[in-house]
């Protein structure tokens, strides 16, 4: 077997398993990929070496762990190509850096009568919060459609986006449909408008080149463990002049600058919006995590995961009775595979995949609204990141023939091989 982008698979310990007897082959990389060596490391060398909290002592430990912790906060605004570090806010996710924005800014510039846009392409995290902002505030939130192969279909973003919008949050990349939408050009329809520009960038992150200067976003939300880092942290990037407006959405210890007895003042962004003692460990992990990808290139991250797509995609579309949601097209897929095998129930194809050790994810993928676009309840979903291989995909492709035989048939891999 291959060993994946510049041999990096021998980097991930955990991938070397067998599941049910068989060669372990995760394909659940859009819910949460696999962490390298080197990034566990980081969090062991903390903890055995600079365990202690940031910002708050003079001690060489307390001195040791916050010059890690500021050193991550360079390396993420380098990353995204953020223009200033104080850009950049720690979170726990991107649903809380999304949260965040609805409760504090959305809730503060949406007024009775206003609009807020979405797409029928999102994540729950970027729908229920803005149903609450349109609740609370007497607005009205609106979706753009999509084309018939799934993409986000631009002319209805042009007549959905009106003087009347005041925030537009689009994914960057979907979670389900595989595609990534024009972030730069709704940013620019979105500014014309005078609306403000939210991206989810959960899905884009960690599998592309992500300029938020470029792109013109007015804020940026991604999270840790989808590309290589723990769970629990995460990243929320604001444009400063902003962000310097912005309340925080959470106060105590850490973000204040004096406190009295009736009165409080708050430190500059982004320390304002970090009330309490973050994830040390984590932020000083996705550090160590955007260090391994910058080593690999985001480039060639991109260019290897084509390679799977072009792969695999037109092998999955060959099989009988297979519906795959998103295009058709390769060169407009990104490595997130969504389908359903006729007859099927998704947690049912999982589960057979699962027995041949192969993981995918099977649901709604916390996209309901997406689901009743479709007209279907759930789905299958494989994700492929830059550490699988074209043998890996080939063993979906025959796990999936096996799983139609066995519920046509009743027929498994042990019978046919007796």
């Known amino acids: 077997m291959s060993k994946g982008l510049n041999n990096s698979r021998s980097d991930f310990p955990i991938l070397d398993q067998k599941v049910n007897g068989e060669q372990l082959v995760y394909l659940d ?5 696999q962490k390298p060596v080197s990034v566990l490391n980081a969090l062991i060398h903390y903890y055995e070496h600079d365990n202690a909290n940031v910002h708050r002592g003079v001690h ?12 991550a906060r360079d390396k993420v605004a380098a990353f995204i190509n953020a223009k200033s570090r104080k850009s950049v806010i720690y979170t726990r996710s991107t649903t809380e850096g999304l949260n965040w924005i609805a409760s504090s ?30 609740k609370n505030q007497h607005a009205t939130l609106k979706y753009i459609g ?16 009106t003087d009347k919008t005041k925030i537009v949050s689009i994914a960057h990349a979907s979670n389900v449909m595989g595609v990534i939408n024009p972030i730069k050009d709704l940013t620019k329809l979105a500014h014309q408008h005078g609306a403000y520009m939210i991206a989810d960038g959960a899905q884009s992150t960690p599998h592309l080149k992500v300029d938020v200067q470029d792109l013109d976003v007015d804020f940026y939300a991604f999270s840790g463990h989808k590309m290589l880092a723990p769970t629990g942290i995460g990243i929320l990037y604001g444009k400063p002049e902003i962000l310097d407006q912005m309340a925080p959405a959470q106060f105590g210890g850490e973000m204040i600058n004096e406190v009295h007895e009736q009165a409080a003042d708050w430190k500059e962004s982004p320390w304002k919006f970090e009330a309490g003692t973050p994830n040390i460990s984590g ?12 080593n690999l290139g985001m480039d060639n991250i991109s260019a290897y995961e ?8 037109p092998k999955l579309l060959q099989i009988d009775g297979i519906t795959v949601y998103g295009p058709h097209d390769p060169a407009k897929h990104t490595g997130v595979l969504s389908f359903n095998l006729k007859g099927l129930h998704p947690h049912d194809v999982a ?5 041949d050790g192969i993981a995918v994810r099977a649901g709604h993928h916390c996209a309901q609204p997406l689901m009743e676009y479709l007209s279907c309840e759930a789905t299958c979903r494989a994700s492929f990141y830059f550490y699988n291989t074209k043998e890996e995909a080939d063993r979906l492709l025959d796990g999936l023939n096996e799983v139609k035989e066995f519920f046509a048939n009743g027929i498994g891999k042990a019978e046919r091989t007796l």
């Open 29 to 33: 990389n859009a819910a949460t990929t």
């Open 60 to 71: 060489t430990l307390a001195e040791r762990a916050t010059e890690e912790f500021e050193a």
């Open 105 to 134: 800014f959305g809730n503060s510039v949406v007024n009775e009568g206003d609009e807020i846009v979405i797409s029928e392409l999102e994540h729950h995290s970027n729908v229920v919060p803005w149903q609450q902002v349109a």
């Open 146 to 161: 999509l084309t018939a192969d799934g993409e986000l279909d631009m002319a209805d973003a042009k007549k959905k986006i």
């Open 283 to 294: 932020a000083i992990a996705l550090g160590s995590a955007i260090d391994y990808l910058n």
């Open 306 to 313: 084509q390679e799977i797509v072009d792969y695999t995609l």
């Open 351 to 355: 589960t057979g995949l699962d027995m």
